[in-house]
């Protein structure tokens, strides 16, 4: 393989009607001079429509040549005709095609991660998409594909800012089913590969977990729900078993402050919100999402399609920038470390 600290990073083109295409260009405006090198696979003339300048390449290797002077777009097979502030089904196929293009030249060598564009569930959903999100998308596309030996496969979803790294064993799936979905063997798998992570990607030698509790007050020795004592607890002594350094079941409305998250490296919840609702708080605008046990990078800025703002050119690109900026991170941590 290629010397991954020399490979462009490459940006998948996300729900076409939202903001995406607005964010690509400000994001390569805002880091031309500086790097990380990024391509995006996308329409050119679609991404020209934002006053950028644009470029397009015939392969990643490409990119850095062009990369201080114009955004480098690997085009895609037709053109993508979208309406700001609309998600249509129609452009579906060039969305997940996108994703599939980035994810086959990461596994080739040819990038060194991917940053994904927020996507629109239910318009890919109306064409027959069977996937609830990317996290799960990009698990299938590679499954087949080798885990470095050290690693354990996911895909686990992180969100991380430099204020605090969350991640939800439950993930996209209605509240009253999450309960029902917890056990023993997920936050397990979940913590392990989130410590493996902080250790291999985060350059974090002896990853601290705090384990929230599902019910209030962490269930008050059973009172309000036993899921804390007959599902998550032993999964901790497990875990603390296996070296790995674990607090909890800790009650999830007193681990969120500033002295509690002085306490560890990461928090696992219990469910969605759970997990988003404190680090979208703390830091909106540089939350990032990171894809954990995939045998490839990817980022994805920590926001959605935001279509009741599309076309109007105020969407911020702090995520985006963010995410790039870390993929970048943990590609050259890995090489380092041959994480």
């Known amino acids: 393989m290629n010397d991954a600290t020399k490979l462009p990073l490459v940006i998948t083109m996300g729900e076409p009607g939202g903001i995406s295409g607005e964010l690509t260009v400000k994001a390569w405006e805002a880091l031309s001079k500086s790097g990380p090198v990024f391509f995006v696979i996308d329409d050119p003339d679609r991404l020209a429509a934002y006053g950028g300048l644009v470029t397009t390449i015939s392969s990643p290797e490409h990119a850095a040549s062009v990369f201080a002077h114009a955004l480098p777009v690997l085009s895609l097979d037709k053109p993508v005709t979208a309406t700001p502030g609309i998600a249509s089904p129609d452009t579906a196929l060039s969305v997940i095609s996108s ?80 309960p029902l979905r917890l056990t023993k063997a997920l936050i397990i798998d979940t913590a392990r590969i989130t410590a493996e992570a902080l250790q291999y990607d985060f350059g974090i030698e002896n990853p601290r977990l705090s384990i929230a509790g599902l019910n209030p007050h962490a269930g008050e020795d059973g009172i309000f729900g036993d899921q804390e004592q007959s599902i998550i607890a032993p999964a901790i002594s497990a875990l603390n078993d296996l070296g790995i350094d674990v607090l909890g079941p800790v009650s999830a409305d007193s681990m969120f402050h500033a002295e509690a998250r002085k306490r560890y490296d990461a928090a696992i919840c219990m469910y969605h919100d759970q ?42 690109p702090d995520s985006l920038i963010s995410a790039i900026q870390l993929a970048a991170f943990v590609s050259e941590h890995r090489r380092a470390t041959k994480g």
Do not use: C, Y
Request: no cysteine; hydrophobic share 45%; glycine share 8%.
């Open 275 to 316: 997990a988003l609702i404190p680090v979208k708080t703390l830091d909106f605008h540089q939350t990032v999402n990171i894809t954990l046990g995939l045998p490839i990078i990817r980022t994805s800025p920590d926001h959605g399609t935001a279509l009741d703002i599309a076309g109007q050119g105020i969407a911020r």
């Open 99 to 178: 994703i599939e293009r980035a994810v086959a030249l990461t596994l080739e060598g040819k990038a060194s991660g991917i940053i994904t564009n927020p996507i629109q569930k239910s318009a890919l959903t109306a064409s027959g998409f069977k996937f609830p999100g990317h996290t799960e998308f990009l698990g299938a596309l590679t499954a087949n594909s080798p885990m470095p030996v050290h690693r354990t496969r996911g895909p686990i979803m992180m969100l991380a800012s430099s204020k605090l790294r969350v991640v939800p064993a439950t993930v996209h799936i209605p509240l009253s089913e999450a």
